[in-house]
């Protein structure tokens, strides 16, 4: 009797998988979702870091997006222009000339020359401090917090006396710190040349109102304006037109950098070879490291 239920039991369950299995073949024809090879092409052509710097959730979206027409094939901060060339060759397109975007921070003051600063205990992120009130006198400038180079996934950002720097070395555009910056003084700037032109302020304040909160900060003059085309002041703080930029016009800019008197109109990006060589007979300081320890590192352990 027992062999007999045996091959009762190995008989129901192979009828079972056999019944199983036609029935997810049917359901792989009928709910079938044709998917576009060059999107898994596209996919596979990214570099996978899903860091939103296109604008969508992830990568594969992003192919989805590109192989529909939604989006343009340039839109990877962290591939670059290989991956979007390899992608314009993917779906036979011809790649328009465009330029990768990094973040700028629109604020020149370390903590020293901040003025009014208010002994802050809350919790130690920007985006906390910026809804309490008396922290820094600059309601516009870097709290120094660091939120942005902890929403870094690159190393690219870090707090130097307070205030946020971009090592354009590491740097790969993917915006999330300007996403994160609760004052917006992190934009994203097309980057046409090496190094770039950028306000290093952000304080829409009088002359005088930022002089008192700030050692650095610009007053407004409208130097800038006068002495070029490029520079637009708008609520006492100039503003640069990157769609009228041409690194290979940039004469009257020159004059902009020396007449500006709080020399708020600094360039950024990794130094060239000209700034390499001017530095070349200084004596380079030794790099600190970090050397992070705890209580817990101090304690004797028994048992």
């Known amino acids: 009797m027992l062999w007999i239920i045996v091959i009762l039991a190995g008989g129901t369950m192979l009828a079972l998988a056999v019944l199983i299995g036609y029935a997810l073949g049917w359901a792989n024809k009928v709910f079938h979702i044709p998917v576009d090879e060059r999107v898994e092409a596209v996919q596979a052509a990214l570099p996978g870091a899903n860091c939103g710097g296109c604008g969508?959730?992830?990568?594969?979206?992003?192919?989805?997006?590109?192989?529909?027409?939604?989006?343009?094939?340039?839109?990877?901060?962290?591939?670059?222009?290989?991956?979007?060339?390899?992608?314009?060759?993917?779906?036979?397109?011809?790649?328009?000339?465009?330029?990768?975007?990094?973040?700028?921070?629109?604020?020149?003051?370390?903590?020293?020359?901040?003025?009014?600063?208010?002994?802050?205990?809350?919790?130690?992120?920007?985006?906390?401090?910026?809804?309490?009130?008396?922290?820094?006198?600059?309601?516009?400038?870097?709290?120094?917090?660091?939120?942005?180079?902890?929403?870094?996934?690159?190393?690219?950002?870090?707090?130097?006396?307070?205030?946020?720097?971009?090592?354009?070395?590491?740097?790969?555009?993917?915006g999330?710190?300007?996403?994160?910056?609760?004052?917006?003084?992190?934009?994203?700037?097309?980057?046409?040349?090496?190094?770039?032109?950028?306000?290093?302020?952000?304080?829409?304040?009088?002359?005088?109102?930022?002089?008192?909160?700030?050692?650095?900060?610009?007053?407004?003059?409208?130097?800038?304006?006068?002495?070029s085309s490029l520079f637009k002041v708008e609520n006492n703080l100039p503003r640069i037109d990157y769609d009228k930029y041409d690194p290979q016009e940039l004469g009257p800019v020159n004059v902009v950098l020396q007449k500006c008197p709080m020399k708020r109109i600094v360039r950024v990006g990794p130094p060239s070879d000209k700034d390499r060589a001017a530095v070349a007979d200084e004596e380079v300081p030794a790099i600190v490291t970090v050397d992070f320890k705890t209580t817990v590192d101090k304690t004797d352990w028994h048992g």
């Open 176 to 227: 999330a710190c300007a996403r994160v910056c609760p004052r917006n003084i992190i934009t994203m700037a097309p980057f046409k040349a090496q190094q770039m032109l950028v306000v290093a302020c952000s304080n829409l304040d009088f002359g005088k109102d930022v002089r008192a909160v700030c050692k650095v900060g610009c007053i407004g003059c409208k130097a800038c304006e006068r002495l």
């Open 56 to 174: 969508f959730v992830g990568c594969a979206e992003y192919a989805a997006a590109v192989v529909e027409g939604r989006a343009t094939p340039d839109k990877c901060p962290v591939g670059g222009a290989s991956c979007a060339q390899q992608i314009a060759a993917i779906l036979g397109v011809n790649l328009k000339p465009s330029w990768p975007y990094r973040p700028v921070v629109h604020c020149g003051a370390h903590y020293d020359q901040r003025l009014k600063r208010g002994d802050y205990r809350g919790e130690p992120t920007c985006a906390s401090a910026n809804i309490i009130s008396g922290v820094q006198g600059c309601t516009y400038g870097c709290l120094g917090f660091g939120d942005c180079q902890l929403a870094c996934s690159f190393d690219a950002l870090h707090m130097i006396d307070g205030l946020a720097t971009v090592d354009y070395a590491q740097c790969t555009g993917c």
